[in-house]
């Protein structure tokens, strides 16, 4: 019988990504499977998980999730060693579903140092743009559900919903110039479809723990977190405008996300952050954040997309 492409039945999708994912702990491919539970019910057109069998051994899988802003992201690329050359060919036709579903960027997310899969997206077509460090940090709780604006040092924290799309489009597009934090990404990102993923079907104009950062009335960059279940906080984006750097607004825009948390009943902070975004990575340590994994970011070519 010759090696067969097909799609991964729902019912075998959690012993699919514990096979993908096989480095990962149980409790974090139970994460993996509810995200992909989560992107598939946003966007039931999404491609499932692919893989190659033969003699109903698995050779190869992968799969791919496509989130608000019609950002897709490949995930889960591995083969067996003798098996590899299975791998791009599953990474592209899953591109294909893609953008055949509508996303129009393309990036894959994949365990640090993990050679197999990247030759097999450098196969595909991806380039390398970045090691992304994931950051966690232990909180004291004080509840409340304070999300008002308020003031932290010499900063005020104005909410979103004060503020039209437009506008925070136009701020997020600031703090990307001269930027350290996967400066090659952000020039491949159009900021309407930024901040509908940072947004991840929210409503900016509802009570989110979402701010717009100004110093003597002018706006000089932006907080956005989200709260996830069982008390977890998550940095989604923190920026600050290039006119803005050096003057040590970093460290109180983190010392204020930690406090905020806090009282919103968090206990974790979760972030990400570029590891040659040096001043980022420097503000994280001083604060105590542990590494938690560090992934390589790689994204889709524009030649690679023009291929049939």
């Known amino acids: 019988m010759l090696a067969q492409t097909r799609e991964v039945t729902r019912s075998q999708w959690r012993e699919f990504l514990a096979w993908t994912h096989y480095q990962l702990q149980s409790y974090e491919v139970d994460g993996m499977y509810a995200e992909l539970e989560k992107r598939t019910s946003q966007f ?24 608000p802003g019609r950002v897709a992201a490949v995930s889960g690329v591995r083969a067996l060693p003798e098996h590899t050359a299975h791998g791009p060919r599953i990474v592209r036709r899953l591109i294909e579903q893609a953008s055949a579903a509508g996303a129009t960027q393309i990036q894959a997310i994949v365990d640090r140092n993990s050679n197999q899969a990247s030759d097999i997206l450098t196969a595909a077509g991806f380039q390398q743009m970045a090691i992304l460090k994931h950051l966690w940090l232990q909180l004291p709780r004080h509840e409340s559900t304070e999300t008002r604006q308020f003031n932290h040092g010499p900063l005020e924290f104005v909410p979103v919903s004060s503020f039209s799309r437009r506008r925070i489009e136009n701020l997020i597009s600031s703090t990307f110039i001269d930027t350290l934090d996967c400066p090659a990404v952000n020039e491949l990102r159009d900021p309407k479809c930024v901040l509908e993923t940072f947004l991840d079907g929210q409503n900016p104009r509802m009570n ?50 930690c406090h905020r948390c806090s009282t919103l009943g968090c206990t974790i902070l979760v972030a990400a952050v570029d590891n040659r975004n040096l001043p980022a990575v420097h503000i994280y340590d001083r604060f105590g954040f542990q590494t938690h994994r560090e ?10 997309k023009q291929k049939p």
């Not at 039931?44 to 989130?67: C, K, N, S």
């Not at 992934?295 to 690679?304: C, M, N, R």
Request: hydrophobic residues 50%.
């Open 44 to 67: 039931p057109t999404a491609p499932g998980p692919l893989e190659v069998v033969e003699h109903d051994r698995r050779l190869a899988g992968a799969y791919l999730t496509i989130a």
């Open 208 to 257: 989110i723990p979402w701010w717009i950062i100004q110093d003597h009335g002018a706006e000089i960059g932006c907080l956005f977190l989200n709260i996830h279940a069982e008390n977890v906080a998550e940095l989604v984006y923190m920026g600050l405008a290039a006119q803005a750097r050096g003057k040590g607004f970093g460290r109180k825009i983190v010392e204020a996300a």
């Open 295 to 304: 992934l390589e970011a790689w994204f889709l070519t524009a030649a690679s």
